[in-house]
């Protein structure tokens, strides 16, 4: 079946480093791709999203990347806050005009 | 500010009784999603609305489940009898789905425990 999931369960990064969150997806038939964020106790939010004509797209800190040759698609966050610790979510438009999510990564900054 | 709004927030209910969950989607909206997320599953799509037709409830127990928009503004997601394995948070989500742009919106999610 369609599924979208995630390399790394964690990921905890310092201060001010980069992060990287990496999705790989099945559905080469996807066009459409978004990552969220979740923090505790409240439900996801939307970060950036990314169609599938193009490979990259960047946001205020946040760059999405997407390569479709290998059905893989990268979340990268500048200079990670604290706030920036949630669980984060990869997203693809499946068959059935619905969103397939993977299964997060929680995303740990250490001060 | 719009924003999807769900009650109860908190839910906590004995084994087989009927709990139902509501969801006001944002204003002009024409999808509305329900999803339940458990430490073990992540989220599950659980049904899912257009233009307040159900296109996929495949995710939903459908003996003890069922999910209804009556109108625009309301959709509910019943459950009876209610079991243990219930237990987790329903979030409804919605969008306005216009050729392949998608995004959700998410409601802040009710907390069920089923004891």
């Known amino acids: 079946g369609e599924s979208v999931g995630l390399h790394l369960p964690t990921l905890s990064v310092q201060e001010g480093d980069n992060s990287i969150i990496n999705c790989a997806y099945s559905?080469?038939?996807?066009?459409?791709f978004i990552w969220y964020k979740q923090e505790s106790g409240k439900g996801p939010q939307f970060i950036i999203d990314?169609?599938?004509?193009?490979d990259k797209r960047q946001g205020q800190r946040v760059t999405v990347l997407l390569n479709k040759t290998v059905k893989h698609l990268s979340l990268q966050i500048a200079a990670t806050q604290p706030g920036d610790s949630a669980v984060y979510f990869c997203a693809g438009d499946g068959s059935q005009g619905n969103l397939i999510f993977g299964k997060g990564t929680k995303l740990s900054v250490k001060p | 500010d719009a924003r999807v709004t769900q009650t109860p927030r908190d839910k906590v209910t004995e084994m087989g009784q009927e709990v139902t969950m509501r969801c006001q989607p944002i204003?002009?909206?024409?999808?509305v999603f329900w999803y339940r997320q458990t430490m073990m599953q992540g989220l599950e799509l659980l049904a899912y609305?257009?233009?307040?037709?159900?296109?996929?409830d495949s995710g939903m127990p459908k003996d003890r489940f069922s999910a209804e928009m009556p109108d625009a503004t309301l959709a509910t997601l019943k459950i009876q009898p209610s079991e243990p394995r219930d237990s987790a948070v329903y979030f409804c989500a919605s969008g306005l789905q216009a050729g392949d742009y998608n995004e959700q919106f998410f409601g802040p999610g009710t907390r069920l425990t089923v004891l």
């Open positions: 204003l002009g909206h024409n999808t």
């Open positions: 990314i169609r599938s004509n193009m």
């Open positions: 609305f257009r233009n307040r037709a159900p296109l996929d």
């Open positions: 559905n080469s038939a996807s066009d459409y």
